[in-house]
């Protein structure tokens, strides 16, 4: 079974490095400030006459209340007021960037992120809905994979009603963790009631899929606590989970300067509770998709990759990465064939960008012949858990093992530690090495040495 993990305490201490999560390769770290508009507008010309289909993500970065934990960009404040200045920026980029593309192709995928979507009034939420239809041809038969994240905080049943009526049909719960001195110790007090009214609203009104976020490592949280968590948000019954490990890194983040360090738990505890919480979730039935990633066996996320067909992309795991993925927003990043592109993640710079009617595009790179090769070596790896040379090998015309010649001894390292089996035609990720898939990708990353890994979280 694709599912299947086997949980070897020794393997994931020697590889568990510090490593990027490969929603992109190369990763975001790589972008630099020589890709501008221009390039943008180049790829949206591609992208037209491609007919491709086209993924919106749309970043609201409003937050009524701080999260210490949090490492998103965001804009904490009270004033409601401050969401429609925004708003009229990113209708404006909404307009300038759709009369690039051709009108007929199809938004097969959308999601609201932030920060808090719902900070939005629902006003708002409609306002920002029909732009979107009125310049992105959105579908209206609820075939498309339409989500936002919800703080249940935010949300309640006249707000669900809303976002289903304006045309979603998936969920994300931030929820992290139950136990109060947990929530306390991060700045979210959340009780277990907002959350079930929220789910209980979403399938009332037939919402296709429900995701729930949880965090271990956080401040006070013990392997005991986390899993009574655990326990009940599988009475909660998602259809997917996300269970993230925190990677507290102060120096970058601010917020998390305000979590007590001393309060944090080993991590010997971090180790017992992903053990016990992947435990609890395939004995309740859950797959393990890989990279903190679970779902139930008829999830779309379970069937793609049963079939081969699962894609990684800047909104995680997919079945839409075929689509050119617009971001909108301040610091939405774009995928649009080969280009990747960020918007300014400052929200005056983004605001006095489009306030000139010019568009906010700070940062980007553009993939070369290597980064598409290796992009689809670590895609498959990191969504497969194994890499047929052949389909390689036809695809971009090289000789596998010639090509990677120099990476061989490392990768035989891993077959003798039990991490992967490696023979003259593929590579297999084993049991044992899945939790370490992260690591297995790091291998065929050009770029990883010429940066301080302290850049990037822990792969366990």
């Given at each position: 079974?694709?599912?299947?993990?086997?949980?070897?305490?020794?393997?994931?201490?020697?590889?568990?490095?510090?490593?990027?999560?490969?929603?992109?390769?190369?990763?975001?770290?790589?972008?630099?400030?020589?890709?501008?508009?221009?390039?943008?507008?180049?790829?949206?010309?591609?992208?037209?006459?491609?007919?491709?289909?086209?993924?919106?993500?749309?970043?609201?970065?409003?937050?009524?209340?701080?999260?210490?934990?949090?490492?998103?960009?965001?804009?904490?404040?009270?004033?409601?007021?401050?969401?429609?200045?925004?708003?009229?920026?990113?209708?404006?980029?909404?307009?300038?960037?759709?009369?690039?593309?051709?009108?007929?192709?199809?938004?097969?995928?959308?999601?609201?992120?932030?920060?808090?979507?719902?900070?939005?009034?629902?006003?708002e939420l409609r306002q920002l809905m029909a732009h979107l239809r009125k310049h992105f041809n959105l579908l209206n038969d609820d075939s498309g994979d339409y989500g936002i994240e919800i703080d249940p905080r935010e949300a309640d049943w006249s707000t669900m009603g809303l976002l289903r009526e304006l045309g979603f049909n998936r969920v994300s719960?931030?929820?992290?963790?139950?136990?109060?001195?947990?929530?306390?110790?991060?700045?979210?007090?959340?009780?277990?009631?907002?959350?079930?009214?929220?789910?209980?609203?979403?399938?009332?009104?037939?919402?296709?899929?429900?995701?729930?976020?949880?965090?271990?490592?956080?401040?006070?949280?013990?392997?005991?606590?986390?899993?009574?968590?655990?326990?009940?948000?599988?009475?909660?019954?998602?259809?997917?989970?996300?269970?993230?490990?925190?990677?507290?890194?102060?120096?970058?983040?601010?917020?998390?300067?305000?979590?007590?360090?001393?309060?944090?738990?080993?991590?010997?505890?971090?180790?017992?509770?992903?053990?016990?919480?992947?435990?609890?979730?395939?004995?309740?039935?859950?797959?393990?998709?890989?990279?903190?990633?679970?779902?139930?066996?008829?999830?779309?996320?379970?069937?793609?990759?049963?079939?081969?067909?699962?894609?990684?992309?800047?909104?995680?795991?997919?079945?839409?990465?075929?689509?050119?993925?617009?971001?909108?927003?301040?610091?939405?990043?774009?995928?649009?064939?080969?280009?990747?592109?960020?918007?300014?993640?400052?929200?005056?710079?983004?605001?006095?960008?489009?306030?000139?009617?010019?568009?906010?595009?700070?940062?980007?790179?553009?993939?070369?012949?290597?980064?598409?090769?290796?992009?689809?070596?670590?895609?498959?790896?990191?969504?497969?858990?194994?890499?047929?040379?052949?389909?390689?090998?036809?695809?971009?015309?090289?000789?596998?093992?010639?090509?990677?010649?120099?990476?061989?001894?490392?990768?035989?390292?891993?077959?003798?530690?039990?991490?992967?089996?490696?023979?003259?035609?593929?590579?297999?990720?084993?049991?044992?090495?899945?939790?370490?898939?992260?690591?297995?990708?790091?291998?065929?990353?050009?770029?990883?040495?010429?940066?301080?890994?302290?850049?990037?979280?822990?792969?366990?």
């Amino acid at each position: 079974m694709l599912d299947a993990i086997r949980w070897d305490t020794d393997l994931i201490r020697r590889y568990d490095l510090a490593g990027p999560r490969y929603t992109s390769y190369p990763t975001a770290v790589q972008f630099n400030s020589q890709v501008g508009t221009f390039d943008l507008f180049h790829a949206l010309r591609d992208s037209r006459k491609a007919q491709r289909p086209l993924s919106l993500y749309v970043h609201v970065p409003f937050c009524a209340n701080i999260c210490y934990y949090c490492a998103c960009n965001k804009v904490i404040t009270k004033d409601r007021g401050r969401a429609q200045p925004y708003l009229q920026r990113l209708e404006q980029e909404i307009q300038l960037i759709a009369c690039h593309l051709d009108p007929t192709q199809k938004v097969e995928q959308l999601h609201f992120g932030g920060g808090t979507p719902t900070f939005l009034s629902h006003d708002e939420l409609r306002q920002l809905m029909a732009h979107l239809r009125k310049h992105f041809n959105l579908l209206n038969d609820d075939s498309g994979d339409y989500g936002i994240e919800i703080d249940p905080r935010e949300a309640d049943w006249s707000t669900m009603g809303l976002l289903r009526e304006l045309g979603f049909n998936r969920v994300s719960i931030g929820l992290q963790d139950l136990d109060p001195a947990v929530q306390r110790a991060v700045n979210r007090l959340q009780s277990l009631e907002e959350t079930r009214a929220v789910i209980d609203a979403a399938r009332t009104l037939q919402f296709r899929s429900i995701n729930i976020d949880l965090i271990y490592g956080l401040p006070k949280q013990t392997p005991e606590n986390f899993a009574r968590t655990v326990e009940e948000v599988i009475h909660l019954q998602p259809d997917r989970l996300s269970v993230f490990n925190y990677a507290h890194l102060p120096e970058r983040f601010m917020p998390q300067r305000r979590i007590n360090s001393n309060e944090l738990p080993t991590p010997a505890q971090k180790l017992e509770m992903l053990q016990r919480t992947i435990e609890q979730l395939i004995n309740a039935g859950y797959r393990y998709i890989g990279m903190d990633h679970f779902a139930l066996p008829d999830d779309e996320l379970a069937i793609a990759q049963e079939e081969s067909t699962l894609q990684r992309n800047f909104q995680g795991y997919t079945t839409h990465g075929h689509c050119d993925l617009i971001g909108l927003g301040v610091s939405a990043i774009s995928q649009i064939g080969d280009l990747y592109c960020q918007n300014s993640s400052d929200l005056n710079h983004y605001q006095n960008a489009l306030a000139a009617s010019q568009l906010a595009t700070s940062r980007g790179l553009s993939c070369n012949a290597d980064d598409r090769l290796r992009r689809a070596v670590i895609q498959q790896l990191i969504c497969t858990f194994s890499l047929e040379f052949s389909d390689i090998e036809q695809a971009f015309n090289i000789d596998f093992q010639g090509y990677f010649g120099e990476l061989w001894p490392q990768l035989q390292d891993m077959a003798k530690d039990g991490l992967i089996e490696l023979d003259r035609d593929r590579i297999t990720i084993l049991p044992a090495g899945r939790l370490l898939v992260r690591s297995v990708c790091m291998v065929f990353d050009a770029y990883l040495e010429q940066h301080s890994r302290q850049r990037f979280s822990r792969v366990i």
